[in-house]
């Protein structure tokens, strides 16, 4: 079974930084793309950033230069580095894989998400 698992959320305060986790189980982290994304409140998830199995990464303009992917293919993890943390980043933030399945397409898969807060 595959399952990704989100960690390292918390308070911050604006300014401040976290280090978020997402650990695979069952598939490889540096074989698959693997993004994270954010919910604001009655909203949809939208992507924040993108690491692609090549290694290049994506990251949405309002988060460009404060965050940053990175992955330990040994532990089988994708981190997101964020710093000089603001209000608006407050948000669930959820680890998204997709895997390409032969005869199949693409599958994706979720994390259970980890809550991010910035307050003063």
């Known amino acids: 079974q595959i399952h990704l698992v989100e960690s390292g959320g918390g308070v911050a305060q604006p300014g401040g930084s976290l280090r978020l986790a997402c650990a695979a189980s069952?598939?490889?982290?540096?074989?698959?793309?693997v993004a994270w994304y954010r919910q604001g409140p009655g909203s949809e998830r939208i992507l924040v950033a993108r690491?692609?199995?090549?290694?290049?990464?994506e990251y949405v303009d309002s988060v460009k230069g404060r965050f940053i992917l990175s992955r330990d293919n040994a532990e089988n993890t994708v981190y997101l580095h964020m710093d000089d943390l603001n209000l608006e980043d407050t948000a669930p933030y959820y680890c998204?894989?997709?895997?390409?399945?032969?005869?199949?397409?693409?599958?994706?898969?979720w994390g259970q998400g980890t809550q991010v807060i910035v307050s003063s």
């Open positions: 069952g598939i490889r982290v540096s074989l698959n793309d």
């Open positions: 998204n894989l997709v895997t390409v399945i032969p005869g199949l397409g693409d599958r994706a898969y």
């Open positions: 690491l692609n199995k090549d290694g290049s990464k």
